[in-house]
């Protein structure tokens, strides 16, 4: 089977779909499909040097020629909409007769759509409405955004996969009765990582943390600053004096963002909106718990006994690290290990790939 794959951009500061795309597009050449992968800011190349299957081609001139070096594919799998090249991509697959799949990465959802509303409006009446109910499948990796399309009325099938998780090795026996202390000499770690975005909820979350200021905690804020937020926030933590326990890493390079989890005791995620959150399942997979909102689609966290599911506010986040920061370290130890067996058994890549290829073959053609 061959297999295209386009996503706007495979960069790390593009976030989690990026992250998502880029092992999918490596765990389906090592299953056996020939895939190609393109981005139109030509950072397929980085992926390309990462990869050692032969099956993975990564393109970086523009879409035309690469689906012609490419040839004919099976399915054109699309990632994202809302921008000219999702447009293009659909405009061709019509002409071309072939099976186009997207995945809406929560683009649909109601913070997306209202973020830049009335240029996304505008695109909605004039093309991308049309391009959505030209699709032949839609996905989802949640249920709650499997709602939100169909929703929509668009009388497109949508199927639901989970983005994969990978599972590391750990330098340490979760298994162990006693818990490995991550710093015993130092404060204990809260840890965000991920954009530096309104979407993200950190307003939020440092006001929640200036009600309670957990004695013996810190909270590390880490990730790229986009629009400028960071400035904001930075203003915030010094009006509420909290310089001493918040602090900004900046941007992390990926092979650094293990070792980032593996020092913190709790990870948070404060978002308004989220379709999948690929950092929750990162940081489960390194056997750290989670704090996360309901606006995100972890329900397994309380459900698992492996983190914490919190309505969107203040008061939620200040009532979840009220609970996380008042545990003993075994206790988060415990939550953790049971958040890492999660992962491994829903989320791992070879029960994903199976799902994929399943899809692509009930549209092969259609």
């Given at each position: 089977m061959k297999v295209f794959l386009a996503i706007t951009s495979l960069r790390q500061s593009y976030g989690g779909p990026a992250v998502a795309v880029a092992n999918l597009a490596k765990a389906l050449s090592e299953s056996g499909a020939k895939i190609g992968l393109w981005a139109p800011d030509g950072s397929a190349a980085n992926i390309a040097m990462s990869s050692s299957t032969t099956d993975l081609q990564c393109f970086s001139s523009g879409l035309e020629k690469a689906l012609h070096e490419f040839g004919r594919p099976d399915i054109l799998h699309d990632n994202g909409i809302w921008l000219p090249h999702n447009h293009k991509l659909a405009l061709l697959a019509a002409h071309h007769r072939i099976s186009r799949i997207v995945t809406l990465h929560g683009m649909l959802?109601?913070?997306a759509v209202n973020h830049k509303k009335w240029?996304?409006?505008l695109a909605w009446w004039l093309y991308q409405r049309r391009d959505l109910m030209a699709a032949t499948c839609h996905l989802a990796t949640a249920d709650s955004e499997a709602g939100t399309l169909l929703g929509y009325r668009l009388g497109i099938p949508v199927r639901v996969i989970p983005n994969g998780i990978d599972i590391p090795k750990?330098?340490?026996?979760?298994?162990?009765?006693q818990p490995w202390t991550r710093d015993s000499k130092g404060p204990r770690?809260?840890?965000?990582?991920?954009?530096?975005?309104?979407?993200k909820g950190l307003p939020m979350l440092i006001d929640a943390w200036s009600a309670l200021r957990p004695r013996g905690w810190v909270l590390h804020i880490a990730g790229p600053d986009e629009a400028g937020h960071r400035t904001e926030l930075e203003a915030r933590v010094r009006a509420a004096g909290l310089e001493a326990?918040?602090?900004?890493?900046?941007?992390?390079?990926?092979?650094?963002?293990?070792?980032?989890?593996?020092?913190?005791?709790?990870?948070?995620?404060?978002?308004?909106?989220?379709?999948?959150?690929?950092?929750?399942?990162?940081?489960l997979a390194n056997g750290l718990p989670v704090l996360t909102t309901k606006a995100t689609p972890w329900s397994l966290l309380s459900e698992k006994r492996c983190?914490?599911?919190?309505?969107?506010?203040?008061?939620?986040?200040?009532?979840?690290?009220?609970?996380?920061?008042?545990?003993?370290?075994?206790?988060?130890?415990?939550?953790?290990?049971?958040?890492?067996?999660?992962?491994a058994q829903d989320f791992s890549w070879p029960g994903v790939v199976r799902r994929f290829t399943s899809v692509y073959a009930e549209f092969l053609n259609n």
């Amino acid at each position: 089977m061959k297999v295209f794959l386009a996503i706007t951009s495979l960069r790390q500061s593009y976030g989690g779909p990026a992250v998502a795309v880029a092992n999918l597009a490596k765990a389906l050449s090592e299953s056996g499909a020939k895939i190609g992968l393109w981005a139109p800011d030509g950072s397929a190349a980085n992926i390309a040097m990462s990869s050692s299957t032969t099956d993975l081609q990564c393109f970086s001139s523009g879409l035309e020629k690469a689906l012609h070096e490419f040839g004919r594919p099976d399915i054109l799998h699309d990632n994202g909409i809302w921008l000219p090249h999702n447009h293009k991509l659909a405009l061709l697959a019509a002409h071309h007769r072939i099976s186009r799949i997207v995945t809406l990465h929560g683009m649909l959802e109601h913070w997306a759509v209202n973020h830049k509303k009335w240029k996304k409006r505008l695109a909605w009446w004039l093309y991308q409405r049309r391009d959505l109910m030209a699709a032949t499948c839609h996905l989802a990796t949640a249920d709650s955004e499997a709602g939100t399309l169909l929703g929509y009325r668009l009388g497109i099938p949508v199927r639901v996969i989970p983005n994969g998780i990978d599972i590391p090795k750990l330098p340490f026996d979760q298994n162990a009765e006693q818990p490995w202390t991550r710093d015993s000499k130092g404060p204990r770690v809260a840890l965000f990582l991920g954009r530096i975005y309104p979407v993200k909820g950190l307003p939020m979350l440092i006001d929640a943390w200036s009600a309670l200021r957990p004695r013996g905690w810190v909270l590390h804020i880490a990730g790229p600053d986009e629009a400028g937020h960071r400035t904001e926030l930075e203003a915030r933590v010094r009006a509420a004096g909290l310089e001493a326990a918040v602090r900004f890493l900046g941007p992390i390079a990926s092979d650094e963002k293990h070792k980032l989890y593996r020092r913190a005791d709790l990870f948070v995620l404060p978002s308004y909106s989220e379709n999948f959150g690929m950092v929750v399942g990162e940081a489960l997979a390194n056997g750290l718990p989670v704090l996360t909102t309901k606006a995100t689609p972890w329900s397994l966290l309380s459900e698992k006994r492996c983190g914490w599911w919190v309505e969107a506010t203040v008061r939620g986040l200040e009532e979840g690290l009220r609970q996380a920061t008042s545990y003993e370290p075994r206790m988060l130890w415990q939550m953790g290990a049971r958040g890492r067996s999660l992962i491994a058994q829903d989320f791992s890549w070879p029960g994903v790939v199976r799902r994929f290829t399943s899809v692509y073959a009930e549209f092969l053609n259609n």
